[in-house]
């Protein structure tokens, strides 16, 4: 069974850091792309910060600057390290990524569970 574990979420006053991260396991082949999505209370979810397999980035603007996706190919981790961090940004942070389990497999998206961070003085 394929899953994804995140970890790291919390309560952090606002202009502090936190560190997510999230680790896939299971049988799996290849990981492509690799994001953390985030849902705030009464809005939809919406995406934070995306990386590919090579490395390649992007964020939403209004993390840009604050807010950094890593990843770790032999851990099949990816890290979103978060500064400056603003009430705005309190929500369930998911991540999310494009896996085939074999060679013969299409590519599928596959959620963790959710980590709760909390910005709040």
């Known amino acids: 069974q394929v899953q994804l574990i995140e970890s790291g979420g919390g309560l952090v006053q606002p202009g502090g850091s936190l560190r997510l991260s999230c680790q896939a396991s299971?049988?799996?082949?290849?990981?492509?792309?690799m994001a953390w999505y985030r849902q705030a209370p009464g809005k939809q979810r919406e995406l934070v910060a995306a990386?590919?397999?090579?490395?390649?980035?992007n964020y939403d603007d209004s993390v840009k600057g604050r807010f950094t996706i890593s990843r770790d190919n032999t851990k099949k981790t990816i890290y979103l390290q978060m500064n400056s961090v603003k009430p705005e940004d309190t929500a369930v942070y998911y991540c999310?990524?494009?896996?085939?389990?074999?060679?013969?497999?299409?590519?599928?998206?596959?959620w963790g569970q959710g980590t709760q961070v909390t910005a709040s003085s």
């Open positions: 999310h990524a494009k896996l085939r389990t074999s060679i013969r497999s299409a590519v599928f998206p596959i």
């Open positions: 990386i590919t397999r090579d490395g390649d980035t």
């Open positions: 299971g049988s799996i082949f290849s990981i492509n792309d």
